[in-house]
């Protein structure tokens, strides 16, 4: 048994995806929003019999290998390390010096972790303990974030981790040593407060260090750089403790800082993130996705009106998240709102404005009367978010709301917002979204009626006899179906009851997949019809594919043919041409009986 097939046998497709997406039972199979796609009703199926999933909108699909690949955007290898490890499976296979690279880093953030924390309670970091006191930040919290504070000393962690046998070169990969000009390297986080930072499975990848006396030279945040295992535009700080309460609420809160994502934690919503000093990237934008796709923003006055802010809030509509803003009123960010007003806090949480009447306000602020010269500019600060919401039920709210507020005729700022979407159109962000409209169209699973008509009987025993008797091996002409109908002719022919393991097992890893593919798509077509395929429906498929067939082949005869006239090879001509009135008068035969 192979390491795969191994893994695969430990786990199932339903608990490895629903680990990422929120899914729910459909028939024998099981749905959810696609992940890789925007879509607002779900295509993604899930078949717990075969083991594989796939989405009818953008054409993606395989077994659990593929998904974690997709979905972690991740290599095999590292899907296969990702999965081996959750079915408790030890890799030997795997190139041991990346094994080795990364179990270090590991290693390195793990103690960099304890030897900051463990310094919270020391002497040396006392100033760094007052701080965290005097932002209510409570013991229970300390733990629970494992905050730390690194000694203001250039080699303390160099030295306990090269104590430790680690060297240099590895921790400078592991983000946590600077280098300067003249090449010396010491510790990079000096004198802060540290906020480990954790992938959502819990384990430290990175770490936040804050600033703790005022030091203008200095940054007040400083952050780890990208390294083997931290990639920053695809990290949001806490989502390890915060993912179940998010899908059970179906909610996140997202702030900036790490400071407020401790204070709304210890408020009790505990559905809470920071982008941590970055703008909402998409990287970020596809992972929040996975865990609910109504987010909360509460981010201070200054940022929630930044370009940044907005292309983040931007990407998040195009990708069909609802997004809602949390208004701080007078406060200038969550944790000072939470200390100074609780109360308010939640009433802002519950009263959190959907993200477009948030821009109506904010445009509509900006205007005093409604003038010519207002409409225009209102409705060139609104149209283009309109034209990004997902939902054409949206789409008319918004523009009917528009038309009322600044008194003009809904088609007029119907036809506004098609110019504009005809300028970016233009300027080639569209293009972008043409394209990959195109790309989900060519990805969409075809499958042709021989694949159809052979991967029925499979499916439907009461089809098995029809078929196995009209349907002739000279009927097919793709590889695939041959292949898998002589298997199944072997079978039937031996009186062996035809069933799907037996057919699979004589498959190759890739056609198994096909098949796979090829019965789901059935099945999910056949649940939209009204009534089961019939013998007679099927007896005519049949007669339709060898029509097919034969018209394929004189095809094929009558291109033979000319090449022989032109190199006037007579004894090839003759033969053709009798093959050729051998399968005129068959098809013409079949003709006559449809
Ligand atoms: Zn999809």
Do not use: C, F, M, Y
């Given at each position: 048994m192979t390491v795969v097939d191994e893994i695969k046998d430990q786990l199932d497709i339903i608990e490895v995806v629903s680990g990422y997406l929120s899914i729910k039972k459909a028939g024998r199979n099981y749905k959810a929003l696609c992940p890789f796609h925007s879509e607002k009703t779900p295509s993604f199926v899930i078949s717990p019999e075969r083991q594989i999933w796939h989405c009818f909108g953008c054409g993606k699909g395989g077994d659990i290998f593929g998904f974690v690949k997709e979905i972690e955007g991740v290599e095999f290898k590292e899907a296969l390390r990702i999965l081996a490890d959750k079915a408790g499976i030890e890799l030997k296979r795997e190139d041991p010096k990346l094994v080795n690279e990364r179990v270090k880093l590991a290693e390195i953030n793990e103690k960099a972790t304890e030897f900051f924390h463990y310094f919270l309670s020391q002497d040396l970091g006392q100033k760094a303990f007052d701080y965290l006191k005097k932002r209510k930040v409570n013991p229970k919290t300390i733990e629970q974030f494992k905050i730390g504070y690194a000694p203001d000393n250039f080699n303390a962690l160099l030295d306990f981790l090269t104590k430790r046998g680690y060297t240099e070169q590895e921790i400078l990969k592991a983000g946590l040593l600077t280098q300067n000009e003249q090449g010396k390297i010491y510790d990079k986080f000096r004198g802060r407060l540290i906020f480990p930072i954790r992938n959502p499975e819990g384990k430290t990848i990175a770490f936040g260090g804050r600033i703790l006396k005022e030091?203008?030279?200095a940054p007040k945040y400083l952050n780890s750089p990208q390294t083997p295992t931290y990639d920053k535009s695809r990290t949001v700080y806490n989502l390890d403790q915060a993912k179940t309460e998010a899908r059970k609420k179906d909610q996140l809160i997202i702030v900036e800082g790490y400071m407020d994502v401790l204070a709304v934690w210890q408020k009790g919503n505990q559905n809470v993130i920071a982008t941590s000093g970055t703008a909402l990237t998409p990287g970020q934008l596809t992972i929040i996705k996975r865990y609910t796709p109504n987010i909360l923003l509460a981010f201070d006055s200054d940022s929630a009106g930044s370009e940044a802010t907005k292309r983040g809030i931007e990407t998040a509509i195009e990708k069909g998240l609802n997004v809602k803003i949390i208004n701080l009123g007078k406060y200038k960010d969550p944790d000072e709102m939470i200390q100074e007003n609780p109360k308010q806090w939640e009433k802002a949480i519950k009263d959190a404005m959907p993200i477009m009447d948030f821009y109506f306000e904010s445009a509509f602020q900006k205007i005093k009367k409604i003038t010519p010269q207002a409409q225009k500019q209102v409705s060139y600060a609104i149209l283009p978010l309109i034209a990004k919401l997902k939902s054409p039920i949206d789409?008319?709210?918004y523009l009917k709301k528009l038309s009322n507020k600044l008194n003009l005729e809904p088609k007029i700022l119907h036809a506004e917002m098609q110019n504009f979407l005809r300028e970016q159109a233009k300027s080639g962000k569209i293009q972008g979204s043409l394209r990959q409209a195109d790309k989900l169209n060519k990805?969409?699973?075809?499958?042709?009626l021989e694949e159809y008509l052979v991967a029925i009987i499979l499916l439907d025993p009461k089809l098995q006899a029809v078929i196995l008797k009209d349907l002739k091996s000279s009927d097919l002409t793709e590889t695939f179906p041959k292949k898998l109908y002589s298997l199944i002719q072997e079978k039937s022919k031996k009186k062996v009851q035809i069933n799907f393991s037996d057919i699979e097992k004589n498959l190759e890893q890739s056609e198994r997949t096909k098949l796979n593919l090829i019965l789901i798509?059935?099945?999910?077509?056949?649940?939209?019809?009204?009534?089961?395929?019939?013998?007679?429906?099927?007896t005519t498929q049949i007669q339709n594919l060898r029509n097919h067939t034969l018209v394929k082949k004189l095809k094929v005869l009558q291109k033979k043919i000319q090449e022989a006239e032109a190199k006037k090879d007579t004894d090839t001509i003759k033969d053709l041409t009798k093959k050729i009135t051998e399968l005129?008068?068959?098809?013409?035969?079949i003709q006559n009986e449809g």
């Open positions: 030091n203008n030279k789409q008319d709210h990805n969409r699973v075809q499958i042709t798509k059935i099945e999910e077509e056949n649940k939209k019809l009204t009534a089961p395929l019939g013998e007679a429906e099927i005129s008068q068959k098809l013409s035969s």
